[in-house]
């Protein structure tokens, strides 16, 4: 049954288990990397806390068509308990230590010399919890003359060429929206955690993990990151096919086309009324088509000026693939985005009920529990604490029984 939270039915623990169901998850970081990550723990069955300061995680300020709430945060933080911790008092820190002793997983993305300072550094909770994997996000790694300094998503597309290679040849470099770096960082946070916790198994041993904005940069341009003995560094590094893959106006929007088999080269080509290109043995593979784009792009462009883009993707049907320029508001509605179960209705104690994506795994035996709406501010902070026997307050919390200090389902 759905518990009901401040007023709110959160249904934290409603539906089939999932893989880490019985995992507990302290989520101290900020932004999207961390708590994306985290959410995608949450979405396997485990149970994340969200740890706040009394100011919020500064995604919560970040610009929104929404009233209420941000929209960000409540994108990227979704089926979380929330808590408010000040981990600048005594009484906070103490909380927070009594919280890990419960727990089986910590992510944060604090500056790597911040953690000891607070007195939260690995070494330091390995001893009060030698089976916690502790999960650190960091900008630049944990080593290096960068290693203190704030990393970005932006700033890391910058500084490792992918803004130079989304730009055009001889232009200037151009941002990945979306937040690309920071949602690869979430998806290493979630397979990190998951393996250390998959090794505790074997070994009953927690252990560091450390996932940074520059390893995951570095990583989604593993195929340009190859020098061959004796090659210059500044060869061509693009990994677009070239030829005719890419976005054609049409009639009316803009077509996106990938067309790199023989198979679908002709239909393409059969489709738009161009079948003598596809006999041409000068234009047979990738290769050639790149070489002799020149001749083949205008021609293109030209017949699929017959059609709007939606009537290209109905008419190109399973034969060439292919994508109408759509907004990402066009999934809320979309058949075979619906067919999967990628959309559904949260419930939000301030935002009321809005839809959202549900998850990004599948599994067939374990397919995890329900998901339910990001937290408001500390809407849970007395509810966790009261189920530890803690009593927020300027004094020093009570430390928990130890047998409440078993890990195990909260609330």
């Known amino acids: 049954m759905p518990h009901t939270i401040d007023g709110a039915s959160q249904p934290?623990?409603?539906?089939?288990?999932?893989?880490?169901?019985?995992?507990?998850?302290?989520?101290?970081?900020?932004?999207?990397?961390?708590?994306?990550?985290?959410?995608?723990?949450?979405?396997?069955?485990?149970?994340?806390?969200?740890?706040?300061?009394?100011?919020?995680?500064?995604?919560?300020?970040?610009?929104?068509?929404?009233?209420?709430?941000?929209?960000?945060?409540?994108?990227?933080?979704?089926?979380?308990l929330g808590i408010v911790l000040d981990l600048k008092t005594d009484p906070g820190r103490a909380a927070l230590l009594a919280l890990v002793r419960t727990v089986d997983v910590l992510v944060h993305n604090f500056r790597p010399g911040v953690p000891p300072r607070l007195g939260i550094g690995y070494e330091q909770l390995e001893a009060l919890n030698p089976r916690l994997i502790y999960c650190a996000v960091s900008g630049y790694g944990e080593t290096g003359p960068l290693k203190d300094r704030a990393g970005y998503d932006q700033v890391l597309q910058t500084m490792t060429g992918m803004c130079t290679e989304q730009g055009t040849r001889g232009g200037p470099p151009e941002i990945l929206c979306g937040s690309v770096v920071d949602y690869y960082a979430a998806a290493l946070v979630a397979a990190g955690v998951s393996s250390a916790l998959y090794e505790r198994e074997k070994s009953g041993k927690g252990q560091f993990v450390g996932v940074s904005l520059l390893r995951s940069a570095l990583a989604m341009q593993s195929a340009r990151m190859v020098l061959a003995?004796?090659?210059?560094?500044?060869?061509?590094?693009?990994?677009?096919?070239?030829?005719?893959?890419?976005?054609?106006?049409?009639?009316?929007?803009f077509l996106y086309l990938s067309a790199n088999t023989p198979h679908f080269w002709r239909a393409l080509c059969e489709k738009t009324g161009l079948a003598d290109l596809a006999a041409e043995e000068c234009y047979d593979s990738v290769q050639k088509r790149a070489l002799r784009k020149s001749e083949i792009v205008p021609r293109l462009c030209q017949a699929l000026q017959a059609r709007s883009a939606f009537e290209w993707e109905v008419l190109f049907g399973d034969e060439v693939p292919c994508a109408a320029a759509r907004g990402v508001e066009h999934m809320f509605d979309d058949p075979q985005a619906l067919a999967e179960g990628l959309v559904t209705t949260f419930e939000h104690p301030t935002l009321g009920s809005y839809r959202?994506?549900?998850?990004?795994?599948?599994?067939?035996?374990?397919?995890?529990?329900?998901?339910?709406?990001a937290p408001t501010l500390g809407q849970h902070t007395d509810d966790v604490m009261r189920s530890l026997d803690i009593t927020p307050s300027t004094d020093a919390p009570t430390q928990p029984a130890a047998t409440a200090l078993q890990p195990g389902r909260l609330l």
Do not use: W
């Open 229 to 253: 003995a004796g090659e210059p560094k500044d060869v061509e590094r693009d990994m677009r096919s070239g030829g005719i893959t890419g976005l054609y106006p049409t009639k009316h929007g």
């Open 12 to 80: 934290s623990d409603s539906g089939p288990r999932g893989p880490l169901s019985d995992i507990r998850v302290l989520d101290l970081s900020a932004y999207i990397a961390g708590p994306y990550g985290c959410s995608l723990l949450a979405d396997q069955g485990a149970q994340v806390i969200k740890v706040e300061p009394p100011a919020g995680d500064n995604l919560r300020k970040y610009p929104s068509t929404l009233e209420a709430e941000s929209r960000a945060f409540i994108g990227v933080n979704r089926s979380k």
């Open 356 to 373: 959202g994506f549900t998850r990004a795994v599948k599994f067939g035996r374990t397919p995890g529990p329900h998901p339910f709406a």
